[in-house]
């Protein structure tokens, strides 16, 4: 039976996200990466369910896993981007906030995306047009909102842009206290929480093309209507790079204000 790149998208983040979850509390062999990076056993054992899937059902794509690198055809049209276990040392500190990631870019556009919530059994997904959050087999769509107030930001390295830009200055501006409420996951399944309004933005610097980690939740919001841009409020993915995301154009206006300082 075939099956659509959507439904597969879904099926495979799922199938990472049951051996997360049944590998969850156990005592796992880890495997350093360097500068204080990790992958534990429940990363290599997701990831591979999620690449069984992808390469059962699409042979022919090329696939890029955050542990097991780039397989397929170089300069494939087709390519899916798998982050098995994004939230890896919260996961290893026994604390539940992670997601599994995947997504398909077809030339230079994510055309659909998965990020489930292993525990709260919850899977974000879009189809490229439309974004929705699947709830025991029921669909709903996702619909931003700044009303909470809270900002995303992530801490972790890289830092391509200091000493021009760090993330964790925003925390220290008076006036970022004064409008938003800072909360910091460490998981890009806070990015996935924009697209659904229950956090107002996203920021981070990095590189974010291609990314395992970011293109899902990049997708998710895109679809949702959310405002996505880098971080001096540039077209995504040009200039300086970095990432805003933000529930609309009034919360990313002051967000790239206390940037720009």
């Not at 204080?36 to 090329?62: N, Y």
């Not at 087999?137 to 830009?165: A, H, I, K, Y």
């Not at 998710?220 to 841009?229: D, S, Y």
Request: charged share 20%.
């Amino acid at each position: 039976m075939s099956i659509t790149d959507q439904g597969l998208a879904l099926t495979a983040a799922q199938a990472g996200a049951d051996v997360v979850r049944a590998m969850y509390g156990a005592a796992l062999t880890r495997f350093e990466k360097g500068a204080g990076d990790f992958a534990t056993a429940a990363d290599i054992e997701a990831e591979r369910a999620i690449l069984d899937v992808i390469r059962t059902a699409r042979p022919d794509d090329a696939v890029t896993g955050e542990e097991s690198g780039s397989t397929g055809r170089g300069g494939a049209e087709r390519m899916w981007l798998v982050d098995p276990l994004c939230g890896t040392l919260n996961y290893a500190a026994r604390t539940m906030l992670v997601a599994v990631n995947v997504a398909l870019r077809v030339g230079s556009e994510i055309t659909v995306a998965a990020s489930v919530d292993p525990f709260a059994g919850e899977a974000f997904w879009t189809d490229g047009t439309h974004a929705y959050v699947r709830r025991d087999g029921v669909d709903e769509r996702l619909t931003p909102s700044p009303d909470s107030r809270l900002v995303e930001v992530n801490l972790d390295p890289p830092f391509p842009n200091e000493p021009g830009f760090r993330a964790v200055r925003l925390l220290a501006e008076a006036e970022f206290a004064e409008r938003f409420r800072p909360r910091v996951v460490s998981t890009t399944l806070a990015v996935a929480w924009v697209a659904a309004g229950r956090r107002a933005a996203y920021v981070t610097d990095g590189h974010v093309r291609d990314s395992v980690h970011f293109a899902g939740g990049i997708a998710l919001c895109q679809a949702a209507g959310c405002v996505v841009t880098g971080i001096h409020g540039q077209p995504l993915h040009t200039g300086a790079g970095g990432l805003v995301v933000a529930a609309d154009r009034e919360t990313h206006a002051a967000l790239l204000k206390l940037i720009d300082r």
